[in-house]
């Protein structure tokens, strides 16, 4: 597929939703973990002008290519960078690009990815059994699939696929082997189960499956989220959009546990976590494209967005309180050691 071709083909999920709810201004800076075809970022860099910043992260290179055609226009005021978002804090500390107004998580694949015959994701296209984001992986879905012992892939096939059948699919698997192609593994797939059940293709679930332990997808999500909200400034905002029930479940519970402030088990006498409430949620409900979105594009049917803001924990509150408390031109540099007390109980006990 060439690049003009790439760029027209790539619908963005849920764009005016997301640009609402990452609250886009002028002059703000954003990251977006999951650059793609570039659709968000472009819609951003466009709401953000002028002055706006965008640092956009893809760990597929030929993504990365992709969005720097689409992004040409913009490339004053764009960074892209080809690398896992498990690296967000390393990449934004390079390049000095924290605190932030909005970071954006767009999960999964692009259709891109899903269409390119090469890349071994869709069982629509026979190809290799790779499924790695990039190629600096080490490990193919050829390798889990040919390596993993049957109990292995059972338990892989359910956790990550949530397949109901999947110690059937595992004994094929394991009785067909060396299964070196797509096309293969879904047949095999297909004797193990029957070639027809409810809407979906048989082969759906154990190719998720395969395709989240390839890249490590659910560990780099909850891994990355609570990086994530160090670099956002005050009232920033954190956008999720999942795509499936695996992820979403990651995102919701990240963020129903960082708005809370203590989180020790019911019963607990006195605090002993510490925790303190870090996140906003925006909206309580999920956000789902409406009808006419998934007509024009099916592939967002699935699709949730989350969206939370940052606020400031009593730690950070009682920090900055310590500073002007002691600061010269709010008191001429004297300590106040009354007022700090008072302040002190007051931000225990809020
Ligand atoms: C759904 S697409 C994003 C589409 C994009 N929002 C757009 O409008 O074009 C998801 C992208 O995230 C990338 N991706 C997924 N997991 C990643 C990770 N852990 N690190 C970096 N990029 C990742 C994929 O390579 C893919 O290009």
Redesign the pocket.
């Known amino acids: 597929m060439n690049l003009e071709m790439s760029v027209s083909t ?1 619908i ?2 849920l ?1 005016q939703e997301t640009i609402e709810a990452l609250a886009v201004q002028p002059g703000g800076r954003y990251i ?11 819609a951003i860099l466009d709401q953000s002008s002028p002055g706006g910043q965008l640092l956009g ?4 290179p030929e ?1 990365i290519k992709i ?1 720097r055609a689409r992004l040409e226009a913009y490339s004053g005021s764009a960074l892209l960078i080809n ?4 690296n967000l804090q390393a990449i934004c500390f390079k390049y000095d690009f924290f605190p932030v107004h909005g970071i ?1 998580f ?5 259709s ?2 899903l269409n390119d015959s090469s890349r071994g994701f869709s069982f629509q296209h026979d190809a290799p059994l790779d499924m790695r ?1 990039s190629p600096s992986q080490e490990v193919t879905a050829a390798d889990i699939i040919n390596t993993y012992s049957e109990t292995e892939l059972a338990h892989l096939i359910k956790t990550y696929g949530e397949e109901g059948y999947s110690h059937q699919i595992a004994r094929h698997i394991g009785q067909q082997r060396p299964i070196k192609t797509t096309l293969q593994l879904a047949r095999t797939i297909e004797r193990a189960i029957g070639s027809r059940r409810g809407r979906i293709h048989p082969a759906t679930r154990t190719f998720q499956a395969l395709r989240i332990a390839v ?1 490590r ?1 659910l560990e ?2 909850e891994a ?1 989220l609570k990086r994530a909200i160090n670099l956002l400034g005050f009232e920033g905002r954190l956008v999720v ?1 999942s ?1 499936h029930s695996l992820e979403d479940r990651i995102v919701k519970q990240f963020m129903h546990q960082e708005k809370k402030g203590c989180i020790c088990p019911p019963g607990t006498p006195s605090c002993v976590c510490r925790h303190t409430a870090c996140l906003r949620l925006i909206t309580k409900k999920v956000i789902t494209p409406s009808p006419a979105e998934v007509q024009l594009n099916p592939r967002s049917r699935s699709a949730k967005l989350r969206v939370a803001e940052r606020i400031v924990t009593q730690d950070e509150h009682y920090k900055t309180a310590e500073r002007l408390c002691f600061s010269v031109e709010v008191n001429g540099g004297w300590r106040k050691p009354a007022l700090l007390r008072k302040l002190r109980r007051t931000f225990t006990t809020l």
Do not use: K
């Open positions: 790539h963005p999920v764009l977006d973990c999951t650059l793609g075809g570039g659709g968000h970022a472009a992260i893809d760990a597929d993504a969005a690398d896992n978002f498990v954006l767009d999960l999964g694949l692009s891109l990815q984001l890249n997808e780099h999500l990355t959009i795509y």
